[in-house]
């Protein structure tokens, strides 16, 4: 059974760095794009960062270029997303999402209907 868990979040003051992580199970992340999203309050869902089956491809929302970073342990078969410089406006639940045994191993995926299994999502609050 495929799952995903995250975990990491919290509240923390502007400028703050924060690190969340994604459990997967039932398969690997290395096999798999991966991808992270978020939804603010009164929001909608939102693209934030992806990496792909290689690993050797990445790309952000414009929001967060240069302070998000998105990663793998295939030993730990997690994922990562590294955030400093947290600001307000990042504040929001956060998912992971994967789409398995994608065809192109080197393309990364910026849209809700391109995965299929999602997480629960965790909390992010930046207070300023």
């Known amino acids: 059974q495929v799952q995903l868990v995250e975990s990491g979040g919290g509240l923390v003051q502007a400028g703050d760095p924060l690190r969340l992580s994604c459990a997967a199970s039932?398969?690997?992340?290395?096999?798999?794009?991966m991808g992270w999203f978020r939804q603010g309050p009164g929001k909608e869902r939102e693209f934030v960062a992806a990496?792909?089956?290689?690993?050797?491809?990445?790309d952000y929302a414009d929001s967060v270029k240069g302070r998000f970073t998105i990663s793998r342990d295939s030993a730990k078969n997690t994922v990562s997303l590294q955030m400093n410089g947290l600001k307000a406006e990042d504040t929001a639940d956060y998912y992971c999402a994967a789409k398995l045994f994608p065809i192109d191993t080197w393309s990364v995926f910026k849209t809700e209907g391109a995965y299929y299994y999602w997480g629960r999502g965790t909390q992010v609050t930046v207070s300023s």
């Open positions: 990496i792909s089956k290689s690993g050797g491809s990445s």
């Open positions: 039932g398969f690997i992340v290395s096999s798999s794009a």
